[in-house]
């Protein structure tokens, strides 16, 4: 792992998640990329030279942030927003190779009925690069028990699971598999991948209507720190980001969740 990006808001909670991505690629010894997840191209104005002195004091209060937190600002470097959000996120995986987005939950909202708000929504459900939710109030930490939750185990491309492999190595942690058969479950879910099979300590299933479920039906007997699922074209964890925002009613982790991207 190489490359990290860290887009920051305006939540009070800003400062905690990038503290976390920061010890995150201290731990990797990889370069993190901090980005403005209130860009000044998406206020209501379009008055350029207002946007200007926006984007000036939002690369200010980043650096600030940053300044308290580490005095390795070689390894911390200050992207500006040369698009929207999701179309720098997209130029930068271009040039760069980005290899983890790391956010909040809530970037910029204040709705407490919110589990991912819309910045973690869109960079979900609009890039192929893997993200981490990381929690609102916790530090980093490596994960020793990590649960894979999918109801196929179908993986499309051997990069997809690049990330896992690279946490579950460095971090020396169990992984437990968690097949959930969901109505309309069919033959083919049971093609699983080799190589998760391989690396895995346990396979566990489950009947139930929804992945997320089936994850509230094991999750207290296996105690995980880390929520591994797969964000696919069409599914269930699709089908609840359509919006770009998910409500804790929905679905709600207060552990590290790491969405794989494996298209269909």
């Known amino acids: ?35 403005d997840a209130y860009p000044a191209h998406s206020s209501l104005t379009t008055l350029s030279n207002v946007n200007a002195r926006l984007e000036v004091e939002n690369v ?6 940053v300044a308290s937190i580490t005095t390795k600002k070689d390894k911390v470097k200050i992207v500006s927003s040369e698009q929207d959000l999701v179309g720098t996120i997209r130029k930068l995986d271009q040039d760069l190779g980005l290899d983890l987005i790391v956010t909040g ?16 929504g869109s960079m979900i459900k609009r890039t192929q690069v893997p993200v981490i ?28 699971l690049r990330v896992l492999i690279d946490f579950q190595d460095s971090f020396m942690a169990s992984l437990k598999l968690l097949l959930v058969k969901v109505p309309g479950f069919a033959n083919r879910n049971h093609q699983l991948n080799d190589e998760l099979m391989q690396r895995s300590d346990q396979m566990l299933f489950s009947e139930n209507a ?14 995980p720190n880390m929520l591994v699922v797969f964000k696919r074209e069409r599914g269930f964890f699709e089908k609840l980001w359509e919006t770009d925002i998910v409500f804790k009613k929905d679905f709600y982790c207060t552990i590290p969740l790491l969405i794989l991207k494996n298209k269909d």
Request: hydrophobic letters at 40%.
């Open 1 to 35: 792992m190489q490359n990290i990006l860290v887009p920051i808001g305006v939540s009070k909670y800003a400062k905690t998640t990038l503290s976390y991505a920061i010890d995150l690629a201290a731990h990797f010894k990889c370069n993190v990329y901090v980005i």
């Open 60 to 65: 200010q209060r980043i650096k600030k942030m």
């Open 105 to 120: 939950p809530l970037n910029n909202e204040i709705n407490e009925a919110v589990f991912l708000g819309k910045i973690a």
């Open 133 to 160: 939710i990381a929690p609102l109030d916790k530090t980093f930490k490596p994960s020793k028990k990590m649960l894979l939750a999918f109801k196929t185990g179908e993986v499309k491309s051997s990069n997809t």
């Open 210 to 223: 929804t992945v997320y479920q089936g994850v509230l039906e094991h999750f207290q007997a296996n105690q």
